[in-house]
């Protein structure tokens, strides 16, 4: 299936209510697939319920570094983190065998998606990287030359983001974590533009900004 239009849901962190929220607005637009770029668990919310809602949504997710930690035992002393103990047979078995990375064949070429970059769930870049962060950044540079992917869909800095670099366009949603401005995106491959909306405490879903998958390039 060729795809034309996507819902991007950015860094969950058990944020259940605005997952639910995110889910209805998105399947009001109607895209032909939901994606989800993992670091589903370690927050205040219900990580149970977060797994569920991904996978009554047919969401195509994809590993974090949070889920990483959470099988490795490691950085279970992070504030909120979430026990392996808490979760039940069903959300361990969805969160153990959800891959690191995803293709996607969209209408205006195939699409990446991941947590950080690639492989690399704590590699990642950020909408003020200039210059040097971005001709040392290795595994971005080796994504760029590799020359496979139109898109990157990705998350792990909370920080939603439309650029161009080289002939790589990377789209990150952000986050549903209440403390770092809750949003998520509507992408549309064939008009070249991603939508993103917030969710804002009495207002719900708003409408937040629309960028095009072009707007936004880098040369090196």
Known sequence: MTIKTVGVIGD??????????ALDHLASLGPDRVLCVGDIVDGTGDPNR???LLREAGALTVCGNHERWLFEGAMRNLPGATRLEALDASSREYLRVLPKTCEIETMSGRALLCHGLGEQDMAGVRPDDRGYALENNDTLQSLI??????FLINGHTHQRMVRRVGALAVINAGTLHRDYSPCFAFVDFEH???TFFELRPGDGVVSAEERRLADWTELF
């Open 145 to 150: 030359h590799d020359g496979r992917y139109a």
């Open 50 to 52: 977060c797994c569920g």
């Open 12 to 21: 969950v962190h058990c944020e259940a209510e605005a997952l639910a929220a």
């Open 192 to 194: 070249e533009r991603a």
